[in-house]
């Protein structure tokens, strides 16, 4: 069973439509015995990593999250804010992350953009694989998904990115830890490409 998580941020309709636009059907929920039968789990997300991380705790759902992420070893899928979750920390805000992938949460950097860009960055960007994984195998010719962020994942270990994309500089795309996926942009709204992509994960 695929269940989305509903702590009360994200597309969760979208993501629902894209999964069955790809052949699987999902539920949209907050329940906890529900969750525990799950064997994927999405975590979406958007706006403000504390309030994201804050929900999340007011929801009662950090302990089961972590009993599926790191004992059950069921394939978890953040987009967006919910791939900034699975990290450490955020510039944006005091709160600290799940911490399930070693990685940093930082702002874009205009200083360095070359050339110097609008932030947040809204809108398509070209994706290159940087290493190999079942999430973006066999994914459409000339790669792209669509992004609404102005924070960026910054991994540790280089082997935790498997895509990057480039705005004013390059930045990561997408990261894996074991059975932890996230995807910074919104596959949902990323037509073939998305498709491909929670297609890919449904089927890990």
């Not at 999250?65 to 979750?85: E, F, M, R, S, T």
């Not at 600290?96 to 940093?104: H, N, P, V, Y």
């Not at 994309?165 to 037509?191: L, M, R, W």
């Amino acid at each position: 069973m695929i269940v989305i998580i509903d702590y009360k941020i994200g597309n969760l309709g979208s993501i629902k439509n894209m999964l069955k636009k790809a052949g699987h059907l999902s539920i949209i929920t907050s329940d906890l015995e529900q969750i525990r039968k799950a064997d994927r789990i999405i975590l979406p997300g958007v706006g403000h990593f504390s309030h994201g991380m804050g929900r999340l705790r007011e929801s009662g759902l950090i302990e089961i999250l972590n009993v599926k992420a790191k004992i059950d070893k069921v394939p978890i899928l953040g987009i967006c804010l919910g791939a900034q979750l699975l990290t450490n920390s955020s510039e944006e805000g005091n709160e600290m992350g799940l911490g399930w992938i070693d990685a940093e949460v930082m702002r874009f950097n205009e200083n360095l953009m070359i050339p110097q860009l609008p932030v947040p960055n809204m809108g398509w960007c070209d994706v290159k694989i940087t290493n190999t994984n079942k999430l973006v195998e066999d994914l459409p010719s000339n790669p792209r998904f669509y992004f609404v962020h102005s924070y960026h994942i910054v991994c540790k270990n280089v082997q935790n990115e498997i895509l990057e994309a480039e705005y004013g500089y390059p930045f990561t795309a997408a990261i894996c830890q074991d059975n932890i996926y996230g995807v910074q942009f919104h596959p949902e709204k990323s037509h073939k490409f998305g498709m491909k992509l929670l297609d890919n994960f449904c089927k890990l």
